[in-house]
Protein backbone atom coordinates (compact mmCIF):
# COMPACT_ATOMS: atom_id res chain seq x y z
CA UNK A 1 0.00 0.00 0.00
CA UNK A 2 1.56 3.19 -1.01
CA UNK A 3 0.41 6.03 1.05
CA UNK A 4 1.83 9.23 1.31
CA UNK A 5 3.27 11.12 4.48
CA UNK A 6 2.68 14.92 5.21
CA UNK A 7 6.03 15.45 6.41
CA UNK A 8 6.58 17.31 3.17
CA UNK A 9 3.48 19.61 3.52
CA UNK A 10 4.92 23.02 2.65
CA UNK A 11 4.30 25.10 5.11
CA UNK A 12 1.58 28.21 4.53
CA UNK A 13 1.10 31.97 5.54
CA UNK A 14 -2.07 32.34 7.36
CA UNK A 15 -4.14 35.24 6.55
CA UNK A 16 -4.04 37.72 10.07
CA UNK A 17 -7.47 36.90 10.69
CA UNK A 18 -6.74 33.05 9.81
CA UNK A 19 -3.65 33.28 12.49
CA UNK A 20 -5.89 35.14 14.94
CA UNK A 21 -8.61 31.91 15.15
CA UNK A 22 -5.72 29.64 15.33
CA UNK A 23 -4.24 31.28 18.38
CA UNK A 24 -7.67 32.15 19.90
CA UNK A 25 -8.40 28.19 19.78
CA UNK A 26 -4.95 27.10 21.00
CA UNK A 27 -5.55 29.81 24.52
CA UNK A 28 -9.11 28.02 25.13
CA UNK A 29 -7.76 24.17 24.53
CA UNK A 30 -9.73 24.09 21.03
CA UNK A 31 -8.45 21.18 19.29
CA UNK A 32 -7.70 21.86 15.02
CA UNK A 33 -8.34 19.25 12.36
CA UNK A 34 -5.15 20.84 10.18
CA UNK A 35 -3.81 17.51 10.67
CA UNK A 36 -6.02 15.79 7.69
CA UNK A 37 -5.50 16.36 4.29
CA UNK A 38 -7.97 18.91 2.65
CA UNK A 39 -9.14 19.47 -0.87
CA UNK A 40 -10.88 22.93 -1.64
CA UNK A 41 -13.24 22.34 -4.53
CA UNK A 42 -15.07 25.64 -5.90
CA UNK A 43 -18.01 24.47 -7.66
CA UNK A 44 -20.59 21.51 -6.54
CA UNK A 45 -20.90 19.74 -9.40
CA UNK A 46 -16.72 19.27 -8.80
CA UNK A 47 -17.30 19.20 -5.59
CA UNK A 48 -19.56 15.95 -6.05
CA UNK A 49 -16.85 13.99 -8.79
CA UNK A 50 -14.57 14.73 -6.25
CA UNK A 51 -15.57 13.38 -3.56
CA UNK A 52 -16.64 10.04 -5.37
CA UNK A 53 -12.46 10.49 -5.83
CA UNK A 54 -11.35 11.02 -2.97
CA UNK A 55 -13.71 9.25 -0.90
CA UNK A 56 -12.40 9.37 2.98
CA UNK A 57 -9.06 9.81 1.99
CA UNK A 58 -9.30 13.21 2.36
CA UNK A 59 -11.93 15.87 3.37
CA UNK A 60 -13.04 17.67 0.74
CA UNK A 61 -14.45 21.33 1.13
CA UNK A 62 -17.15 22.61 -1.65
CA UNK A 63 -17.23 26.49 -1.71
CA UNK A 64 -20.36 26.87 -3.78
CA UNK A 65 -23.85 26.00 -2.09
CA UNK A 66 -26.41 23.60 -3.76
CA UNK A 67 -28.94 25.68 -6.00
CA UNK A 68 -26.07 28.52 -6.55
CA UNK A 69 -24.75 30.13 -9.65
CA UNK A 70 -21.13 29.50 -10.80
CA UNK A 71 -20.80 32.76 -12.36
CA UNK A 72 -22.03 34.99 -9.46
CA UNK A 73 -20.78 33.63 -6.11
CA UNK A 74 -18.81 34.59 -4.00
CA UNK A 75 -16.46 33.92 -0.97
CA UNK A 76 -16.54 34.67 2.85
CA UNK A 77 -12.93 35.79 4.21
CA UNK A 78 -13.10 32.32 5.28
CA UNK A 79 -13.99 30.37 2.36
CA UNK A 80 -10.67 32.47 1.13
CA UNK A 81 -8.67 31.55 3.46
CA UNK A 82 -9.76 27.82 3.38
CA UNK A 83 -8.37 27.82 -0.54
CA UNK A 84 -5.08 29.12 0.96
CA UNK A 85 -5.00 26.01 3.58
CA UNK A 86 -5.65 23.29 0.84
CA UNK A 87 -3.42 20.68 -0.30
CA UNK A 88 -5.17 20.83 -3.57
CA UNK A 89 -7.58 23.28 -4.93
CA UNK A 90 -9.49 22.11 -7.96
CA UNK A 91 -11.35 24.50 -9.78
CA UNK A 92 -13.09 24.61 -13.44
CA UNK A 93 -11.82 27.64 -14.81
CA UNK A 94 -12.38 29.11 -18.21
CA UNK A 95 -13.78 32.41 -16.68
CA UNK A 96 -16.79 30.18 -15.07
CA UNK A 97 -16.30 30.96 -11.42
CA UNK A 98 -16.24 35.27 -12.06
CA UNK A 99 -16.08 36.00 -8.89
CA UNK A 100 -13.61 33.54 -7.13
CA UNK A 101 -10.86 33.13 -9.63
CA UNK A 102 -8.57 35.55 -8.07
CA UNK A 103 -8.66 33.43 -4.88
CA UNK A 104 -7.70 30.95 -6.60
CA UNK A 105 -5.01 33.06 -8.15
CA UNK A 106 -4.16 33.98 -4.26
CA UNK A 107 -3.61 30.59 -3.28
CA UNK A 108 -1.53 29.65 -6.22
CA UNK A 109 0.86 32.19 -5.10
CA UNK A 110 0.70 30.86 -1.57
CA UNK A 111 2.02 27.39 -3.19
CA UNK A 112 -0.97 26.05 -3.06
CA UNK A 113 -1.34 23.32 -6.12
CA UNK A 114 -4.13 23.73 -7.95
CA UNK A 115 -5.91 22.20 -11.26
CA UNK A 116 -8.10 23.70 -13.48
CA UNK A 117 -10.28 21.17 -15.08
CA UNK A 118 -11.81 22.80 -17.25
CA UNK A 119 -8.75 23.70 -19.20
CA UNK A 120 -7.50 20.45 -19.03
CA UNK A 121 -10.25 18.35 -21.12
CA UNK A 122 -10.18 19.89 -24.59
CA UNK A 123 -12.57 22.49 -24.33
CA UNK A 124 -15.13 23.93 -27.10
CA UNK A 125 -14.96 27.31 -28.25
CA UNK A 126 -18.18 29.24 -28.37
CA UNK A 127 -19.40 29.56 -32.30
CA UNK A 128 -20.53 32.83 -33.78
CA UNK A 129 -24.24 34.12 -33.93
CA UNK A 130 -24.47 32.24 -37.26
CA UNK A 131 -24.30 28.90 -35.35
CA UNK A 132 -26.32 29.59 -32.47
CA UNK A 133 -23.51 30.53 -30.65
CA UNK A 134 -23.42 34.20 -28.53
CA UNK A 135 -21.36 36.80 -31.15
CA UNK A 136 -19.57 38.86 -28.39
CA UNK A 137 -17.77 35.07 -26.89
CA UNK A 138 -17.06 33.77 -30.60
CA UNK A 139 -13.58 32.18 -30.30
CA UNK A 140 -13.62 32.12 -26.24
CA UNK A 141 -12.87 29.02 -24.45
CA UNK A 142 -16.80 27.20 -23.09
CA UNK A 143 -16.53 26.37 -19.43
CA UNK A 144 -19.31 23.90 -19.59
CA UNK A 145 -17.63 20.89 -20.41
CA UNK A 146 -19.79 19.13 -17.37
CA UNK A 147 -22.55 18.62 -20.36
CA UNK A 148 -20.30 15.79 -21.80
CA UNK A 149 -19.87 13.06 -19.67
CA UNK A 150 -16.95 12.05 -21.97
CA UNK A 151 -14.72 14.98 -20.86
CA UNK A 152 -16.15 14.31 -17.32
CA UNK A 153 -14.65 10.83 -17.25
CA UNK A 154 -11.51 12.70 -18.52
CA UNK A 155 -11.30 15.46 -15.80
CA UNK A 156 -11.92 12.38 -13.12
CA UNK A 157 -9.16 10.74 -13.84
CA UNK A 158 -7.20 13.95 -13.95
CA UNK A 159 -8.40 14.82 -10.32
CA UNK A 160 -7.46 11.16 -8.95
CA UNK A 161 -3.55 11.82 -10.91
CA UNK A 162 -3.39 15.51 -9.38
CA UNK A 163 -4.82 14.22 -5.45
CA UNK A 164 -2.57 10.57 -5.53
CA UNK A 165 0.72 13.40 -6.41
CA UNK A 166 -0.35 16.25 -4.10
CA UNK A 167 -2.41 15.15 -1.16
CA UNK A 168 0.08 13.91 1.66
CA UNK A 169 -1.83 11.33 3.60
CA UNK A 170 -3.87 9.42 1.36
CA UNK A 171 -3.62 5.88 0.15
CA UNK A 172 -2.96 6.23 -4.13
CA UNK A 173 -4.36 3.04 -4.95
CA UNK A 174 -7.29 3.67 -2.82
CA UNK A 175 -7.57 6.56 -4.85
CA UNK A 176 -7.34 5.21 -8.29
CA UNK A 177 -9.53 2.51 -7.39
CA UNK A 178 -12.24 4.95 -6.79
CA UNK A 179 -11.33 6.34 -9.98
CA UNK A 180 -11.82 3.20 -11.81
CA UNK A 181 -15.34 2.46 -9.78
CA UNK A 182 -16.53 6.03 -10.69
CA UNK A 183 -15.22 6.05 -14.00
CA UNK A 184 -17.42 2.66 -14.79
CA UNK A 185 -20.77 4.83 -13.60
CA UNK A 186 -20.11 7.54 -15.84
CA UNK A 187 -19.54 5.25 -19.12
CA UNK A 188 -22.85 3.95 -18.00
CA UNK A 189 -24.14 7.34 -17.77
CA UNK A 190 -22.70 8.21 -21.58
CA UNK A 191 -24.57 4.78 -22.74
CA UNK A 192 -28.00 5.40 -21.48
CA UNK A 193 -28.02 9.04 -22.43
CA UNK A 194 -27.23 7.74 -25.83
CA UNK A 195 -30.62 5.65 -25.81
CA UNK A 196 -32.11 8.33 -24.71
CA UNK A 197 -31.36 10.93 -27.12
CA UNK A 198 -31.52 7.97 -30.18
CA UNK A 199 -35.37 8.08 -29.63
CA UNK A 200 -35.70 12.36 -30.31
CA UNK A 201 -36.28 12.51 -34.79
CA UNK A 202 -33.64 14.15 -36.26
CA UNK A 203 -35.10 17.29 -36.82
CA UNK A 204 -36.23 17.83 -33.21
CA UNK A 205 -32.53 18.01 -32.24
CA UNK A 206 -32.67 21.47 -31.53
CA UNK A 207 -31.66 23.35 -28.44
CA UNK A 208 -32.74 26.98 -27.28
CA UNK A 209 -31.67 27.64 -23.83
CA UNK A 210 -31.61 30.50 -21.29
CA UNK A 211 -28.14 30.31 -21.93
CA UNK A 212 -25.41 29.37 -23.89
CA UNK A 213 -24.83 26.18 -21.27
CA UNK A 214 -25.21 23.02 -23.47
CA UNK A 215 -22.58 23.50 -26.65
CA UNK A 216 -20.70 20.52 -25.42
CA UNK A 217 -23.84 18.01 -25.03
CA UNK A 218 -24.37 19.07 -27.91
CA UNK A 219 -21.37 18.48 -29.70
CA UNK A 220 -21.32 15.19 -28.22
CA UNK A 221 -24.74 13.98 -28.56
CA UNK A 222 -25.63 15.44 -32.54
CA UNK A 223 -27.77 18.22 -31.41
CA UNK A 224 -28.03 21.89 -33.07
CA UNK A 225 -27.88 25.01 -31.02
CA UNK A 226 -30.78 27.36 -32.18
CA UNK A 227 -29.68 30.11 -29.54
CA UNK A 228 -29.97 31.05 -26.41
CA UNK A 229 -32.11 33.77 -24.15
CA UNK A 230 -29.31 35.26 -23.00
CA UNK A 231 -27.11 36.05 -25.99
CA UNK A 232 -23.76 34.76 -23.91
CA UNK A 233 -22.18 31.79 -21.88
CA UNK A 234 -22.58 33.75 -18.77
CA UNK A 235 -26.08 34.34 -16.99
CA UNK A 236 -24.77 38.13 -16.02
CA UNK A 237 -25.18 39.21 -19.37
CA UNK A 238 -28.71 40.84 -20.62
CA UNK A 239 -30.73 40.35 -23.56
CA UNK A 240 -32.12 43.17 -26.05
CA UNK A 241 -34.87 43.35 -27.98
CA UNK A 242 -33.57 42.68 -31.02
CA UNK A 243 -31.81 39.74 -29.12
CA UNK A 244 -34.82 38.41 -28.45
CA UNK A 245 -36.66 39.38 -31.72
CA UNK A 246 -33.33 37.40 -33.40
CA UNK A 247 -34.09 34.20 -31.41
CA UNK A 248 -37.96 33.98 -31.99
CA UNK A 249 -36.93 34.19 -35.50
CA UNK A 250 -34.62 31.29 -35.48
CA UNK A 251 -37.13 29.35 -33.56
CA UNK A 252 -39.94 29.97 -36.22
CA UNK A 253 -37.63 29.43 -39.07
CA UNK A 254 -36.25 26.15 -36.94
CA UNK A 255 -39.61 24.68 -35.96
CA UNK A 256 -38.52 25.24 -32.31
CA UNK A 257 -41.63 24.86 -29.79
CA UNK A 258 -38.93 23.99 -26.04
CA UNK A 259 -37.04 26.57 -24.09
CA UNK A 260 -34.56 25.06 -21.82
CA UNK A 261 -34.37 26.93 -18.35
CA UNK A 262 -31.58 26.29 -15.64
CA UNK A 263 -34.20 25.01 -12.32
CA UNK A 264 -31.94 27.33 -10.35
CA UNK A 265 -32.94 30.40 -12.45
CA UNK A 266 -36.48 32.50 -12.51
CA UNK A 267 -37.74 31.48 -16.09
CA UNK A 268 -39.20 34.97 -16.84
CA UNK A 269 -37.16 35.37 -20.29
CA UNK A 270 -37.76 32.36 -21.33
CA UNK A 271 -41.90 33.26 -20.05
CA UNK A 272 -41.20 36.03 -22.48
CA UNK A 273 -40.45 34.02 -25.50
CA UNK A 274 -43.62 32.14 -24.92
CA UNK A 275 -45.46 35.59 -25.18
CA UNK A 276 -43.31 36.40 -28.67
CA UNK A 277 -44.23 33.00 -29.72
CA UNK A 278 -48.38 33.41 -28.76
CA UNK A 279 -47.66 30.64 -26.57
CA UNK A 280 -46.85 28.48 -28.95
CA UNK A 281 -43.59 27.60 -26.34
CA UNK A 282 -43.17 24.94 -23.88
CA UNK A 283 -40.38 25.84 -21.40
CA UNK A 284 -38.58 23.06 -19.71
CA UNK A 285 -36.05 23.13 -16.65
CA UNK A 286 -33.46 21.52 -16.51
CA UNK A 287 -30.32 21.53 -13.53
CA UNK A 288 -27.65 23.01 -15.70
CA UNK A 289 -24.89 24.57 -13.61
CA UNK A 290 -25.56 23.69 -9.75
CA UNK A 291 -26.31 20.78 -8.09
CA UNK A 292 -29.26 21.15 -5.50
CA UNK A 293 -29.39 19.76 -2.44
CA UNK A 294 -29.97 15.81 -1.59
CA UNK A 295 -32.92 14.07 -2.45
CA UNK A 296 -34.08 17.26 -4.49
CA UNK A 297 -34.00 16.26 -7.90
CA UNK A 298 -29.88 16.72 -9.02
CA UNK A 299 -27.90 16.15 -5.60
CA UNK A 300 -25.26 14.36 -7.42
CA UNK A 301 -23.81 14.86 -11.01
CA UNK A 302 -24.94 11.55 -12.19
CA UNK A 303 -28.48 12.22 -10.72
CA UNK A 304 -28.39 15.86 -12.50
CA UNK A 305 -27.62 14.12 -16.06
CA UNK A 306 -29.92 11.52 -15.86
CA UNK A 307 -32.66 14.13 -14.81
CA UNK A 308 -31.94 16.73 -17.50
CA UNK A 309 -31.76 13.79 -20.09
CA UNK A 310 -35.04 12.44 -18.92
CA UNK A 311 -36.47 16.07 -19.49
CA UNK A 312 -34.44 16.66 -22.57
CA UNK A 313 -35.98 13.77 -24.42
CA UNK A 314 -39.73 14.30 -23.15
CA UNK A 315 -39.43 17.97 -24.17
CA UNK A 316 -38.55 17.13 -27.57
CA UNK A 317 -40.03 14.54 -28.54
CA UNK A 318 -43.26 16.40 -27.07
CA UNK A 319 -43.66 13.40 -24.72
Known amino acids: MTTR ?25 CTSSDDRPRVV ?20 TVLMKPNADPHSFGLSAVQAGELERADLVVFNGLGLEENVLRHVDAAREAGVPTFEAGKAVDPLTFQAQD ?36 VDGVDEKTIHANADRYDAQLADLTTSMEKSFDRIPE ?44 LTEAMRKAGVQTVFADSSQPTRLAEVLRTELDGQVRVVELYSESLTEKGKGAGTYLQMMRANTAAMADGLTGA
Open 5 to 29: TRGSRRPRTLPLVLLALALAGAGTG
Open 41 to 60: VTTNILGDITQEIVGDEADV
Open 131 to 166: DGGPEEEAGQPDPHFWTDPDRVRKAAGLIADQVAEH
Open 203 to 246: KRRALVTNHHVFGYLAERFGFRVIGAVIPSGTTLASPSSSDLRS
